[in-house]
């Protein structure tokens, strides 16, 4: 449903600005473009499996919960 998706998006922007990074700052972070980062904000796709563990470094270096994150992308991926 788009409820689950729509979640997805705002739990990876929360984790950016918990760290009070720019979507360009978080970006290359992660190692991906910001066109990237805006598209997973906006819910318009979601990260693939490489993007997902470097939002996980990401997280637990900066100790901000990744469990979420990791349960509304599998729930994503469901297409619940």
Do not use: D, H
Not at 7 to 36: C, D
Request: proline share 2%.
């Amino acid at each position: 449903s788009e409820g689950v998706a729509m979640e997805l998006g705002k739990l990876i922007k929360q984790a950016r600005q918990a760290m009070f990074l720019t979507q360009g700052e978080f970006a290359s972070e992660l190692n991906v473009g910001i066109s990237t980062v805006k598209r997973w904000e906006l819910n318009k796709s979601r990260p693939n499996l490489k993007g997902m563990k470097a939002i996980k470094a990401f997280c637990y270096k900066n100790k901000i919960k990744y469990k979420p994150i990791e349960k509304e992308w599998l729930e994503y991926s469901k297409g619940v």
